[in-house]
T-cell receptor
Framework: EAQVTQNPRYLITVTGKKLTVTCSQN?????MSWYRQDPGLGLRQIYY???????DKGDVPEGYKVSRKEKRNFPLILESPSPNQTSLYFC????????????FGEGSRLTVL | RKEVEQDPGPFNVPEGATVAFNCTYS??????FFWYRQDCRKEPKLLMS???SGNEDGRFTAQLNRASQYISLLIRDSKLSDSATYLC????????????FGSGTRLLVRP
């Protein structure tokens, strides 16, 4: 089954404790992206990757890091989480960015205390 | 001004009603347009692409008005299962490779 898998789905952590949210897709998609969704603000892009070893900042990259060492994986790293990073995070992938369908993972709900 | 704006709703309609949402975008260079559907606490899923000539898929019709810079989504014969948030998505197809999401319009279909 074609899918984008994120882990963890739910996480409560404390300020400053480094965490990684993993994202993996099995569709051989070149494009992958991370979004955060907050009430009233919609989905905002954090980082995106056009291919292996190619990443770029989205609209709200501050406080986040990413890497793309393999085509299927695109982890999101919060080096020192803060309460304003409490949000619902989505990973997504696409075979043809801009014209094709964007497939989303089920989301990771993160709370930073 | 937001790049993509939607009326947040909620639109509360009875089953069988016809309902329409609009979405305005600020950048006239925008090239690709989409409607995504998002159920509560779930991931967004593509509902339909919006072409210059319009696009119809069953009870759903999407249209693009470039002159006025908005896209629309029309749902005919609403079903209870249509209750969801509908996200308007715009892509400029420039070097930024950014998809801009609207905040969504919430639809509630009542029995």
């Amino acid at each position: 089954e074609a899918q984008v898998t994120q882990n963890p789905r739910y996480l409560i952590t404390v300020t400053g404790k480094k965490l990684t949210v993993t994202c993996s897709q099995n569709m051989n998609h070149e494009y992958m992206s991370w979004y955060r969704q907050d009430p009233g603000l919609g989905l905002r892009q954090i980082y995106y990757s056009m291919n292996v070893e190619v990443t770029d900042k989205g609209d709200v990259p501050e406080g986040y890091k990413v890497s793309r060492k393999e085509k299927r994986n695109f982890p999101l790293i919060l080096e020192s989480p803060s309460p304003n990073q409490t949000s619902l995070y989505f990973c997504a992938s696409s075979s043809s960015y801009g014209t094709g369908e964007l497939f989303f993972g089920e989301g990771s709900r993160l709370t930073v205390l | 001004r937001k790049e993509v704006e939607q009326d947040p709703g909620p639109f509360n309609v009875p089953e069988g009603a016809t309902v329409a949402f609009n979405c305005t975008y600020s950048n006239s260079a925008s090239q690709s347009f989409f409607w995504y559907r998002q159920d509560c606490r779930k991931e967004p899923k593509l509902l339909m692409s919006v072409y210059s000539s319009g696009n119809e898929d069953g009870r759903f019709t999407a249209q693009l008005n470039r002159a006025s810079q908005y896209i629309s989504l029309l749902i005919r014969d609403s079903k209870l299962s249509d209750s969801a948030t509908y996200l308007c998505v715009v892509n400029m197809m420039d070097s930024s490779y950014k998809l801009i999401f609207g905040s969504g319009t919430r639809l509630l279909v009542r029995p």
